[in-house]
């Protein structure tokens, strides 16, 4: 299987958790995968992490377990929320939540946050990516949109660029970073705007 992921943002992630001597277990929530994208995960399979993965949406799950299957590859993605992550205390060395997390309400954000410091071991390092305020989609979700029937959220929620740093109080912050995209995608000009933390968790 010699897929390349394209979420280039993990590639620095997996990056300094290589450079730890951690055992190699990562979590991943919102693993599902979209169109014919293989689950983010592969990345790390590809290096030799044991991978686990929580995805609450029916669709993403079975493009993510049909991947799997088709391929042979065992990255153990299953439904689950990361409002309430079904691992015990300190089971992971790394942790991410990639692209996923701001389709929740800032409320239910907070709770994620605390969930994915819950299972992280210390010394153990998570990434998370937030949509900044300079990204322009402010359009609500519609009503049959998974995010609003799933999660009951009405938008994306947007982060100015120091409000999410409250979330990573117990952690020391490695990287943070605010990435402003401009592309064309399929025909059109899109702006997108992130902004990064990997964050390792002190005790
Ligand atoms: C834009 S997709 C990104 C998926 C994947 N991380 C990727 O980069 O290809 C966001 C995913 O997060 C999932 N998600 C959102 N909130 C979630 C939650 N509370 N628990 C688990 N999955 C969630 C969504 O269902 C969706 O599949």
Known sequence: MD????????????RQCSLT???RTV?????GSHGDRPPP????????????????????????????ADNGIPLNIFRGDMRRIPFADRT???????????FMTKTDVAVAMHEIKRVLRPKGLCFVNFLSVDDPDRRPFRKDNSASRLLGSRRFSRFRDGEADIYFRGFDILLKEK??????????RLKQAYIDYIARRRR
Not at 27 to 31: H, T, V, W, Y
Not at 179 to 188: A, P
């Open 21 to 23: 001597s951690l055992d």
């Open 3 to 14: 897929e390349i992921i394209w979420a280039t943002p993990l590639y620095e992630f997996l």
């Open 92 to 102: 992971f060395s790394f942790v991410y939540s990639y692209n996923a997390i701001f």
């Open 27 to 31: 979590l991943d929530c919102g693993a």
């Open 179 to 188: 990435r402003i995209i401009e592309k064309l995608y399929e025909g059109r």
């Open 41 to 68: 995960l592969l990345l790390f399979y590809q290096q030799g992490y044991a991978t686990y993965g929580i995805e609450i949406n029916d669709e993403p799950l079975l493009h993510a377990k049909k991947f799997c």
